[in-house]
């Protein structure tokens, strides 16, 4: 454990020391005070959120949806100290039928922000898919979440606002979303990861409420299909860090399991494991470690 720590500290000083490196100047801190839970007011977009504590609860107007949208932001420790140093970014994204907090009520994302030297973003993905609805404008969330929310994040937070720094993952649904958004945003994440990804939705017609985002799937089975992660292989570039588990006993493995030979088949390289575990947070949770030091070494090899 020790040891694992101190690899985690060797990275965070690396990786930051080399973005602040290669960002340059930090942007005029003049902005308005910093976002609380107990605000629901977004800042404005032309300054810095004076950060006073390490998580805070924030609303972002989506344009797309007319609507705003519930995030929780976990900086690091090191972050509230000020100066120029500014950080990568992990997105990570909840399952269907929880919300924006699921990830903080399981494990304490302060102490993971701190120890792996980023900045961490749990959006409130509803039961969304974090793909935009073909069928119901008010969830469009592709949009929002390769878009309107990074533009936000980089904008109001000291963050390495590259591509490189940049990743994205989850649980379940949440797994299909990350993969969903970097795969067609490839310029936007640089790195990207599924744990229990329910990455082909096609196989599971009638399944946590994605008959209200793409309508029945009788009749319209190439909606589902052009929706389902491992359709995307095809058009895959090599170049992003991508990172995929699940547990053996999972309703999701062999969909997983496809997934994995698809990109073998197209020549993406990616981490992929089968571990012991079910579709659950003790699986998750054991999940997130391996995601974590995935991504902060892809963070410190983009700094060189």
């Known amino acids: ?16 020391a080399g973005c602040r490196k290669q ?12 976002v609380s839970e107990s605000q629901t007011e977004s800042v404005n977009n032309d300054s810095l959120v004076q950060v006073t504590r390490q998580q805070d609860t924030i609303k972002v107007m989506s344009t797309k949806m007319g609507r705003t949208i519930t995030n929780m932001v976990f900086v690091p420790e090191q972050y509230l100290k000020g100066g ?12 269907a039928d929880d919300n924006y907090a699921a990830w903080s009520n399981h494990v304490d994302l302060k102490q993971k922000a701190t120890q792996y030297g980023m ?6 993905g509803q039961d969304s898919w974090y793909f935009d609805s073909p069928i119901d404008p008010t969830f469009q969330f592709e949009t929002f979440i390769s878009h309107e929310l990074v533009d936000y994040v980089d904008a109001h937070y000291r963050t390495c606002d590259r591509t490189e720094m940049r990743a994205i993952t989850g649980l379940s649904m949440g797994g299909h979303g990350a ?37 029945e799937y009788e009749g319209n089975e190439q909606v589902w299909k052009s929706h389902a992660v491992v359709n995307l292989v095809p058009t ?35 981490d992929f494991t089968i571990r012991p575990g079910a579709h ?25």
Request: with cysteine.
């Open 119 to 124: 900045i961490i973003v749990c959006p409130d």
């Open 179 to 215: 993969l969903w958004n970097a795969f067609r945003h490839p310029d936007v994440f640089g790195s990207c990861g599924s744990m229990s990804g329910g990455v082909d939705i096609s196989r599971f017609p009638g399944r946590w409420h994605i008959v209200a985002r793409l309508g």
């Open 23 to 34: 960002v340059g100047s930090e942007v005029p801190a003049s902005a308005s005070a910093a």
């Open 280 to 304: 659950s947070w003790d699986y998750w949770l054991n999940s997130l470690e391996y995601h974590l030091l995935f991504f902060s070494k892809a963070f410190k090899h983009a700094t060189h």
């Open 84 to 95: 120029e140093e500014r950080y990568p970014v992990l997105y990570l994204l909840h399952g």
């Open 236 to 270: 895959l570039q090599p170049g992003q860090n991508i990172i995929i588990d699940d547990g053996k006993d999972d309703f999701f493995y062999e969909v997983n399991m496809a997934l994995h030979e698809a990109l073998m088949q197209r020549g993406i390289d990616h």
């Open 1 to 16: 454990m020790k040891q694992s720590l101190l690899i985690s500290m060797m990275l965070v000083a690396l990786l930051v």
